[in-house]
């Protein structure tokens, strides 16, 4: 069943989303990446590594190092062995297992640089891996360090939408809603929106994706520290002008958001996308405030689980709903 | 005993301070931070442990550190201790306590990679904990290093606000004044500075809180080098327009600074805010100049002990105080 | 055979380009780089080793990585060995090349600050050499940690652009058009573009290069996810206007692009610059689509192997291609 | 001798300088840095090490290194000395000469963490030293790197500009001219200027600096690769309309610049500013070019030798000189 809708809408669209026609499925994920899959090129050079390891779970990361370690102490361990175990003193010659676990372990204390020496190089060819291991070793934790570092201190917004947005009454009108708020001990200020929408009209009997561009109520603030909701009139210049519960329901749309602060600690700009779809929209219902003074009236307690928490409200008809 | 202002202010209050009707106390902190205490989430996403950790004080985040060095070494030393001295050589066993003490110390030795040797791992436990100790070590110290580069790096604008704001005389008018200047030897340039107030006022016999721009005299300089005096002349399009010195203290006002500038060693915009409530705001007095040329006329000496000085001045004297 | 156009332009020149008079052959490489060689200055000072270092394939930043530490543990193991192998323990007194090969190795094991004691210094003046040696090793490393971590977090716009220009059918006229894509996983938004052309021209018989900026259809796009075509309509506005294939052939054209945009993760502006000259621009060509829907119609897919790819157009004949 | 200048100048002065009436000698120095010097607040607060750091040279910066390395060295031999050379295992104690040097040797390959173990710690107070000795060691290193890549990675323009400014005949009036060169290896673009100038006047027998725009012909480049000349035309609406060769050398002037520039490796706003005072003003000159296409005409040559290069020339006669 085709979902895009009937009418036209009045608005002109833009043309500058970056999408075009032939892109399908959500534009924006809900984390704020666009919804595109590349092939072509090399593999090798589809991917920046440190993106990728920026973008893995602090979990992940810290596995892949110790997993990395493993293999090179292992990598290593295997050609002293193969050098032969003659050429480092102190190893256990017991039987080869035990010989393999002590090269192992020198190669360990190698690679980190700890040097005990109760097993050191004395051949020509173990201290000539040797000197490279420690060599590798060293350049190693250097990447470490700068990997460490750049995922620390990788500037981020860290913005908490609400998960749904609401069609709301407002001023005699009603209006499309969602809210954002920083949850972090960050302070952002200088805070701007630029909300546009994608709506799947049907053109010719052919499904066609427009893009237009959301006025807000709204779009600057100062001190990005409290929930700050974002209000888009549904007046006669909304693309959603007209729109009843169940064209909401029955359009395919998507509303992407794009907020951009700036973060006193990082002294940068700091970005946030996330989108809505159809499914995420509440036709009828408003927020209830999520922030309040605290006992003694001195400070305000912003109260982040409550940003989902919304109650039904009427909205008003339109003569043109009936349309 | 409700401090609102009785009168209607004639300018029109804005909207994009970031704050609503429900906030409470003063808005923005004197160290420029809002006022703002943040429930719900759970308390790990709560903070970003990063800037957590660079707003710690130099003392502060050195003793962490140290702590953090010892409980390390402490925990290593009981997993040794539990594996057995015997797995170790060179530990002088005499006593319980002195085996402790020396794997204690191969702990440190290990985890700092120092790895002297006269204490070394024999056995096959104790030689793969030290393995992931060495690991540890290095990966610990490559977040230290990203914690301190990212402490020192981190850019500030490092201004100093003078502790109170005035109500001087200027130009047979007055004006609200305040002044910052660069105390350290940064080079700041560009600067730009934006005004806000939040008058609370009675509406309706509710108190309510409003927010006004400040228009500024200058609010922007090419060299933050010397001192800036913020100058907002009190005339008809001010919210203060009429405000007797009375009306000053007993009206809850709070004055929200935001100053912006490009330091040129860190290449970056740094920002700085900062407030003044009722209570900071001294009605009737104006600054004493804080720098003068240098004995030879070469240069120009900034006193920055003399930022908060200022001698008593009369006001003139306006009709619409009286009201 | 002298390459300018021979009439005159109606639009007028612009004169920012940077570029003078005197300047000659290509202004922009391919790869983005201003085609200019400097003199002068001493040659220390005429180069940033840093840039140096960052605009360095991997391939041989480690090659010079692992150079210097060959020469440096060559040159520290010639004063040990100067200084006497009677200053060190353990060495290896056979004969003279094993004497050198322990200092060598022990300098190694010095410089890595792995120190493993099977060789190491007693005298005064072999362990003074250790001392600095050891020191200037944990130095050596944390210039490579910032090294690595500089090359690595060096904020890049990963763009592809298409090896050709085409002049293709557009909207009853015809236009330049050529195309760039992202190829990595980084996640660019808010992009820009701006393109100019450099024309030489015949003006009282001698040539002479003209800039002009090329007005395009879509200067700024939201999300820079898919690839981007830019078009340049080819109006009376535009210096092309009336170009015929031969005159796009015989005439010596670059057009001059520079793309801006904002990564989100490196939270900092990107850009990146190319140029096409007349021999890589198609007259009577257009681009074939690289993306299409997935299988599922639940996401886009972007072939990257297909952006230079272009099928033959006809182009609208103008009247003024006679001239 | 006052120096002022003595007619009325018909601009308008500019308030923006950040510099006012009281400030005296010269406002920027060449370096761009602005003469002030701060006094008051702690010392230790009116100082940014960081900043102290990066500003000074690299032979400077490797001295205080080693300087502090040899002096932490020192502190730590005479606490292990202090403790009792018994405490360590394989000192020379010959005599107590022979004991510090070793003591002092061990301390070294503590800090360094390279720990041969011919020195090792055996008692408890020595290795109790010898644990915070590492650790320290460790935090220094880690700063160091810091610092390292604060200094090499800090953005900066690598500018060169003319020791001095002329007055050139241009356009049938007359022009005041700089020029500035990039002279390293880096790629500026989208460079932008910034003049004005500061004049001191009599206004009722009193001197007195006024600040003044300046305008440019050309305030913005797109790519700065070669040399840039930027003129400031003197027509009626120059502050210097009018001067004569010795206005412009018997009154105090200055000429502020300050350009910025994006460069692409790093990706970041670079700005540099000089000054220009009325000594290194020269009167009726002009600029010879600079750059030159090379031998095969297929690049530009640009020899920074001769940013200073300039040759007389006639200045067209003014009446308003004879004023």
């Not at 020496?117 to 051949?123: D, E, K, L, M, S």
């Amino acid at each position: 069943m085709a979902r895009g809708f009937r009418q036209k809408i009045h608005q002109k669209n833009t043309e500058n989303s970056g999408f075009g026609d032939n892109a399908s499925g959500r534009f924006i994920n809900k984390d704020g990446l666009p919804n595109v899959n590349r092939k072509g090129v090399n593999i090798f050079n589809r991917f920046s590594w440190y993106h990728t390891m920026l973008d893995l779970s602090t979990f992940q990361f810290l596995s892949y190092l110790v997993i990395a370690y493993i293999l090179v102490n292992l990598f290593f361990a295997l050609i002293y062995y193969l050098i032969g175990v003659e050429h480092l003193t102190g190893i256990d010659k017991s039987d080869p297992i035990n010989e393999f676990i002590d090269v192992f372990f020198f190669s360990s204390q190698t690679f980190t640089t700890v040097g005990y020496g109760r097993i050191a190089p004395v051949g020509f060819m173990a201290s000539l891996v040797a000197t490279f291991e420690a060599f590798l070793g060293l350049l190693t934790f250097a990447i470490a360090t700068g990997l460490f570092y750049g995922r620390f201190s990788r500037p981020r917004a860290y913005l908490k939408f609400s998960d749904i947005a609401v069609i709301a009454p407002f001023k005699e009108s009603s209006a499309l809603m969602f809210r954002l708020a920083p949850f972090k001990n960050n302070a952002l200020t200088d805070a701007d929106v630029v909300v546009s929408t994608a709506i799947e009209v049907i053109e010719d009997s052919v499904p066609k994706t427009n893009f237009y561009q959301l006025k807000t109520q709204l779009s600057k603030i100062n001190t990005l520290a409290l929930n700050w909701t974002i209000v888009h009139k549904i007046d006669e210049e909304s693309p959603f002008y007209g729109f009843s519960g169940d064209d909401f329901k029955n359009t395919n749309i998507e509303i992407i958001v794009h907020v951009r602060a700036f973060d006193e600690v990082f002294s940068n700009t700091v970005v946030q996308r996330s989108s809505y779809v159809s499914k995420e929209i509440i036709y009828g219902a408003k927020f209830i405030p999520m922030y309040y003074p605290d006992k003694e009236n001195l400070s305000t307690i912003l109260d982040l689980d409550k940003i989902n928490d919304y109650q039904n409200a009427d909205l008003p008809v339109f003569a043109e709903e009936q349309l």
